[in-house]
């Protein structure tokens, strides 16, 4: 049996740290330097909420999670919070609670060769996008001459337009940005093509409003100060 994580408040002050659910290998939210330390904006903001519930930001223990059991996590007990890109949707919000969202990710468009300026300039041009994804609406109402090529990863679409196989691929911004820092070449275009709040996941519970509303509270002193927004600058988020 996996040993039970998830705490309210005061077990949390009691325990003496924080267990949070993240990703690794998600430049720059989440990913680990030379030396295999996690860092990144998600990263700092565990931290951040280590510091305000328990007065120490080294006061985190990370539990490494693939996407798909970034939500399972939370609501099988095996984390107290995950901060691992989960974007804010009504489906979502029927499962587990959300703070306040920490950034507006969204999708955007990457290309390679730097005379595509504007959205308008991959008219007719080949477009990835990922097969499924809400986003083949958005381009086909803002780019109906588009050759969608439909894909089935962000590796596929990275080595596709790599080799000129397709002009620009769409996906999210967090993604791409992370693309740009790690590969020469690449340019992201200045429009979005949708916004999606990321936000903090944690159990839902008349148990846990302590801890949500501690949460809810610093997410929107960080906002008021600026420190989120300095922290995304830093990692080079748009």
């Known amino acids: 049996m996996l040993p039970v994580f998830a ?104 290309v390679r060769d730097p005379q595509y300026r504007r959205l308008a300039d991959l008219q007719r041009r080949r477009l990835g996008v990922l097969q499924g994804s809400s986003t083949v609406a958005v381009l086909r109402y803002l780019l109906p001459q588009a050759v969608l090529t439909p894909l089935y990863s962000y590796q596929e679409a990275l080595n596709r337009l790599s080799s000129g196989q397709i002009d620009g691929f769409a996906g999210d911004v967090t993604v ?20 999606e709040p990321l936000a903090i996941a944690l159990p839902k519970g008349d148990q846990y409003t302590d801890l949500r509303r501690l949460i809810d509270q610093t997410v929107t002193q960080w906002h008021q100060s600026g420190w989120l927004e300095d922290r995304a600058t830093f990692w080079g988020l748009p």
């Open 7 to 110: 705490a309210d408040l005061s077990t949390i002050r009691a325990r003496g740290h924080l267990v949070v659910g993240v990703r690794e290998g998600w430049r720059p939210l989440s990913f680990r330097d030379r030396d295999g330390n996690l860092i990144g904006l998600e990263i700092d903001i565990a931290q951040g909420l280590a510091a305000a519930i328990l007065a120490d930001p080294t006061a985190v223990e990370y539990r490494v999670v693939p996407n798909a059991d970034r939500l399972p996590a939370v609501l099988e007990d095996r984390v107290d919070v995950a901060i691992a890109g989960v974007t804010l949707t009504p489906e979502r919000q029927r499962l587990v609670s959300f703070s306040q969202p920490y950034y507006l990710d969204g999708a955007g468009v990457l």
């Open 176 to 195: 791409l940005t992370g693309w740009q820092q790690d590969h020469a070449g690449y340019y992201l275009l200045p429009s979005l093509l949708s916004a």
